[in-house]
């Protein structure tokens, strides 16, 4: 039994690693060739997964029912077996969840500013705006002046800290 209890410890030491050393078993593969081999069912939270409930699986088995090491063993194989497949498919899960990108340019089209300086036609000036809530400040141009405290709306991306805008008609 004492076995099975180090098989879980290590598991669960395993699971401690991967928060630090994310993803160094993927890239393993990397330099031979194989990019992508296996993508992501030899990552650390998938084999920890399986050491760890293969260990305490054998010794509840082996400490709850009296069996031996070859009953624990075949209990605790399809247990870890199953916990490694649902940390794959967490994992997967999760590094696919899309709902916290970073706003793109596109983004911006649209969105309603203040100018916090004054833009010169055909010039440079700077304007503040609300994006995905946050307050910010982009380099503006403007094919005719504009004052401080303008409104405006943004019309182009003209790079990642620079926009077009127009003044808002009322």
């Known amino acids: 039994m004492a076995w099975f209890l180090g098989l879980g410890i290590v598991g669960v030491v395993l699971l401690v690693l991967s928060l630090v050393f994310d993803g160094i078993l993927e890239g393993f593969f990397d330099g031979f060739g194989l990019d992508g081999f296996l993508d992501g069912l030899l990552s650390l939270p998938v084999i920890a997964g399986f050491v760890s409930m293969l260990g305490f699986t054998g010794a509840i088995v082996m400490g709850g029912t009296g069996l031996g090491a ?3 063993t075949a209990v605790g194989i399809p247990a ?29 089209i649209g969105v309603a500013g203040s ?13 503040l705006v609300r994006l995905a809530g946050q307050t910010v400040k982009l380099a503006a141009k403007s094919p005719v002046p504009l004052a401080r405290g303008a409104e405006v709306w943004i019309a182009e991306t003209l790079s990642h800290t620079a926009v077009s805008v127009r003044q808002v008609e009322r």
């Open 70 to 72: 070859v009953a624990a």
């Open 80 to 108: 870890g077996v199953l916990t490694g497949w649902l940390a794959y498919k967490l994992s997967r899960a999760l590094m696919n969840d899309r709902s916290g990108t970073a706003p793109s340019g596109g983004d911006l």
């Open 115 to 127: 100018v916090v300086t004054a833009i010169p036609a055909d010039g440079y000036g700077e304007v």
